[in-house]
């Protein structure tokens, strides 16, 4: 199964910067990253995934350790609407691809 | 349109009901999933269609039976269930995964309660 290891929980002011730490450490080669969040009464949503390289879009950035065996994914100033369980995964490119493996994620709060 | 839908948005039942719950995309995705969400844990993967084929199957009962009957719908058939299958029911879709690292688009979910 593949395992990832997060903080439970964070705390974030508005407006500020917020890392989000996440440790794979046994993490193959031909592991993707991948980050969804989960807002409240939501289902989960895509936000952004990485190889090797740092990765961003515009919902934020994936800082992706040299050795791969932890990242970070960054929002660059958080806002209420930000406020979700974060969730950092494991997802091998090859076999059976398809499967997204969650683990116990990082909720997120965020303070006006 | 990047949405997928989920009907009903609530489902209460016996243990002695038969109900579906329905799940539809149009973004031409070939890949459907079913996950199960208990409260305060993380969605669980239930099953996998991939171009419209049964492809992953997470020793699920057979209680739940899921079928897709196009590339559009997926549908989750509920038969003899138990209280303890109460939970949140996610559908999601994507590309087949081909190397590549395809997001998934969930649904916002049926919450069932099974009495």
């Known amino acids: 199964d593949a395992k990832t290891t997060q903080p439970n929980s964070m705390e974030s002011n508005e407006e500020e910067p917020v890392h989000l730490p996440c440790n794979h450490s046994t993490i193959s080669g031909t592991d993707y990253i991948h980050w969804y969040r989960q807002l409240p009464s939501q289902g989960p949503e895509y936000v952004i995934h990485g190889l090797t390289s740092n990765v961003n879009n515009r919902m934020a950035s994936l800082a992706i350790a040299e050795d791969r065996k932890s990242s970070t994914l960054i929002l660059h100033r958080a806002t209420l609407r930000d406020a979700a369980v974060y969730y950092c995964?494991?997802?091998?490119?090859?076999?059976?691809?398809?499967?997204?493996?969650f683990g116990k994620g990082t909720l997120l709060t965020v303070n006006p | 349109d990047t949405e997928v839908t989920q009907t009903p948005k609530h489902l209460v039942m016996g243990m002695t009901n038969k109900k579906s719950l329905k799940c539809e995309q149009h973004m031409g995705h070939r890949a459907m999933y079913w996950y199960k969400q208990k409260a305060k844990k993380p969605p669980e993967l239930m099953f996998v269609?991939?171009?419209?084929?049964?492809?992953i199957n997470e020793s699920v009962p057979s209680r739940f039976s899921p079928e897709c009957p196009n590339s559009s719908l997926l549908n989750l058939h509920l038969h003899a269930l138990q209280p303890e299958d109460s939970a949140l029911y996610l559908c999601?879709?994507?590309?087949?995964?081909?190397?590549?690292?395809?997001?998934?688009?969930f649904g916002p979910g049926t919450r069932l309660t099974v009495l």
């Open positions: 999601a879709s994507s590309q087949p995964s081909s190397g590549r690292a395809n997001e998934q688009f």
């Open positions: 995964i494991r997802r091998n490119s090859g076999g059976s691809n398809y499967k997204l493996t």
């Open positions: 269609y991939s171009y419209e084929k049964l492809s």
